[in-house]
């Protein structure tokens, strides 16, 4: 496979993964603390990369020159999560799937102010269509709500969320100096877990650890493994193979993989006219694709 082809792959596991999130995160939300949650998910994925970067590649010194970086990659994907989960409160997970799918062409507009990428017109129809399939999901297919723009308050947080997401694509093409992905990966995550433990120490501490229910330590330990740690080295290795753009179009596969989870947790299944805005997604990730060739 050459490096784009396994870009993609990365990018395909990527989404399957991310929309775990959505289903399992919106069961613990109110569960517990964003802050105090990611902050533990941040430090568990922490170890699960270091111990995989000092079993292959390493931790070289010359990783940690200008730690500033990491800072920076640290604290957008840090805000990400926290405003994930505050939108998870309130928003379901198919809605805000749908946020997520946003992205891309937020990315795209990113990807050309920070690394000058441009955007071909097939790729800007295909982020269109994605955009509007993603509205149509947001608003639950009905029309009215759509035309009069009335989005719910988890919704809104979480858009801002997608907003930092969108520009942590192409900040780590612009930072990397050549750092092995799996370190890369292990310095954002240190300096995302020192933030998050310095502005949330006060809902870590209020935190009854003991008396959390257990929906919220699988959901920790999925989003700690799979959520963070596979899903941050796949999308560090993707970003240095693709496009900005392409990278977040694998976003559009998201609702389709958060409908999946949700008929597998038995949570029911969306209308007809839901899933139409879904198709639209499908129909733009494969616009991207087909872009590629």
Same mark, same amino acid.
């Given at each position: 496979?050459?490096?784009?082809?396994?870009? $993609?792959?990365? @990018?395909?596991?990527?989404?399957?993964?991310?929309?775990?999130?959505?289903? =399992?995160?919106?069961?613990?939300? #109110?569960?517990i603390a964003?802050?105090?949650?990611?902050?533990?998910?941040?430090?568990?994925?922490?170890?699960? &990369?270091?111990?995989?970067?000092?079993?292959?590649?390493? =931790?070289?010194?010359?990783?940690?020159?200008?730690?500033? %970086?990491?800072?920076?990659?640290?604290?957008?994907?840090?805000?990400?999560?926290? =405003?994930?989960?505050?939108?998870?409160?309130?928003?379901?997970?198919?809605?805000?799937?749908?946020?997520?799918?946003?992205?891309?062409?937020?990315?795209?507009?990113?990807?050309?102010?920070?690394?000058?990428?441009?955007?071909?017109?097939r790729?800007?129809?295909?982020?269109? &269509?994605?955009?509007?399939?993603?509205?149509?999901?947001?608003?639950?297919?009905?029309?009215?709500?759509?035309?009069?723009? %009335?989005?719910?308050?988890?919704?809104?947080?979480?858009?801002?969320?997608?907003?930092?997401?969108?520009?942590?694509?192409?900040?780590?093409?612009?930072? #990397?100096?050549?750092?092995?992905?799996?370190?890369?990966?292990?310095? @954002?995550?240190?300096?995302?877990?020192?933030?998050?433990?310095?502005?949330?120490?006060?809902?870590?501490?209020?935190?009854?650890?003991?008396?959390?229910?257990?929906?919220?330590?699988?959901?920790?330990?999925? /989003?700690? &493994?799979f959520?963070?740690?596979?899903?941050?080295?796949?999308?560090?290795?993707?970003?240095? #193979?693709?496009?900005?753009?392409?990278?977040?179009?694998?976003?559009?596969?998201?609702?389709?993989?958060?409908?999946?989870?949700? &008929?597998?947790?038995r $949570?029911?299944t969306?209308?007809?006219?839901?899933?139409?805005?879904?198709?639209?997604?499908?129909?733009?990730?494969?616009? /991207?694709?087909? #872009?590629? $060739?």
């Amino acid at each position: 496979m050459t490096a784009t082809s396994r870009g $993609h792959l990365a @990018m395909l596991l990527f989404s399957a993964l991310v929309a775990g999130s959505f289903s =399992l995160g919106s069961l613990a939300a #109110n569960e517990i603390a964003p802050t105090a949650l990611n902050a533990l998910r941040f430090l568990i994925a922490a170890i699960v &990369i270091g111990a995989v970067a000092l079993a292959t590649t390493g =931790l070289p010194r010359s990783a940690w020159q200008a730690p500033w %970086r990491y800072l920076v990659l640290g604290g957008l994907f840090a805000a990400y999560f926290v =405003l994930m989960f505050e939108g998870l409160k309130t928003a379901a997970p198919i809605s805000t799937a749908a946020v997520f799918t946003l992205t891309p062409l937020m990315s795209a507009g990113f990807g050309y102010v920070l690394l000058k990428q441009i955007t071909t017109r097939r790729m800007a129809l295909a982020l269109t &269509i994605g955009a509007i399939g993603a509205l149509w999901v947001i608003f639950r297919a009905d029309w009215s709500a759509f035309l009069r723009f %009335r989005v719910g308050q988890g919704e809104i947080y979480y858009f801002w969320g997608c907003v930092a997401h969108a520009i942590y694509t192409p900040m780590v093409r612009k930072l #990397n100096r050549g750092e092995p992905a799996v370190v890369f990966t292990f310095g @954002m995550l240190i300096a995302g877990l020192a933030g998050l433990t310095l502005y949330g120490w006060g809902d870590i501490r209020a935190t009854d650890w003991v008396s959390l229910p257990g929906i919220v330590w699988i959901t920790v330990f999925y /989003l700690a &493994i799979f959520a963070s740690a596979a899903t941050f080295v796949l999308l560090q290795f993707a970003t240095l #193979n693709l496009p900005s753009a392409k990278v977040m179009a694998y976003t559009y596969l998201v609702p389709t993989w958060v409908i999946c989870w949700e &008929i597998a947790l038995r $949570h029911g299944t969306p209308t007809g006219y839901v899933l139409f805005g879904v198709a639209m997604t499908v129909v733009a990730l494969l616009l /991207l694709l087909r #872009n590629e $060739h």
